[in-house]
């Protein structure tokens, strides 16, 4: 069965440090999500990706975050300047349409030092 | 925005035992999933159930749209079972997510 994969699986960088996190969608996927979960809360919608734009972002997703689809299968997201506060789990999710399953995958753990 | 509220935060359960988890949202959604997060902080699908009945083996889910609320029931817990659940309700293109239910299945 298709999965969503991100690499790498846990980050450790220092503060102002500029990160890219990476996504592989599931293949027919047309919608391209990124979450974050700092540790012990929920999970945060950051942005949603559609036929190469960004659709909605919410309020975290400010000018030191960015998301990259550089080829046909990858989806990146970037932290140009880490700060403490950025230190979470990121998943990256997919769908087809825009209304049905988000699927999701295993993670990165950003720490930031 | 919409709201999502789960309940109950926390639940201890024995093994064998039956519990149910309830999500309430405050606006009509076009999305509902049920996710098990394992204690490696993955994200489990389990149902994507905007309205209806689904089961899978020992879960199953039940949504009322016009009531804006989902129950996940869990049968005969196992302890492969515990970690965090977490609805999340879709709003136009993002999910909107619970704090999650904490579950503890003793052997």
């Known amino acids: 069965e298709p999965e969503v994969t991100q690499t790498p699986s846990h980050q450790v960088t220092q503060m102002g440090q500029e990160v890219i996190l990476r996504c592989v969608p599931i293949?027919?996927?047309?919608?391209f999500y990124w979450y974050r979960q700092i540790l012990g809360q929920k999970v945060e919608f950051l942005v949603s990706?559609?036929?190469?734009?960004?659709?909605?972002k919410s309020e975290i997703f400010d000018d030191q975050f960015s998301v990259e689809r550089p080829d046909g299968s990858n989806f990146t997201l970037k932290i140009r300047s880490t700060k403490l506060e950025d230190s979470a789990m990121y998943f990256c999710?997919?769908?087809?349409?825009?209304?049905?399953?988000?699927?999701f995958g295993p993670g990165t753990r950003l720490l930031v030092l | 925005g919409i709201q999502v509220e789960q309940s109950p935060p926390d639940l201890i359960l024995q093994e064998g035992a039956n519990s149910t988890l309830r999500c309430n949202f405050s606006?009509?959604?076009?999305?509902l999933q049920w996710f098990h997060q394992n204690p490696w902080g993955q994200l489990i699908n389990l149902f994507y159930?905007?309205?209806?009945?689904k089961q899978n083996r020992r879960l199953s889910a039940t949504t009322v749209a016009t009531e804006r609320y989902s129950l996940l029931y869990i049968s005969s817990s196992q302890t492969t079972d515990s970690g965090v659940y977490f609805c999340?309700?879709?709003?136009?293109?993002?999910?909107?997510w619970g704090l999650g239910t904490s579950l503890a299945v003793n052997p």
């Open positions: 999340a309700v879709g709003d136009n293109r993002k999910l909107i």
């Open positions: 606006d009509s959604v076009n999305n």
């Open positions: 159930i905007p309205s209806g009945t």
């Open positions: 293949s027919n996927h047309l919608y």
């Open positions: 990706f559609y036929n190469n734009e960004i659709s909605e």
């Open positions: 999710a997919s769908g087809r349409d825009s209304q049905e399953t988000q699927y």
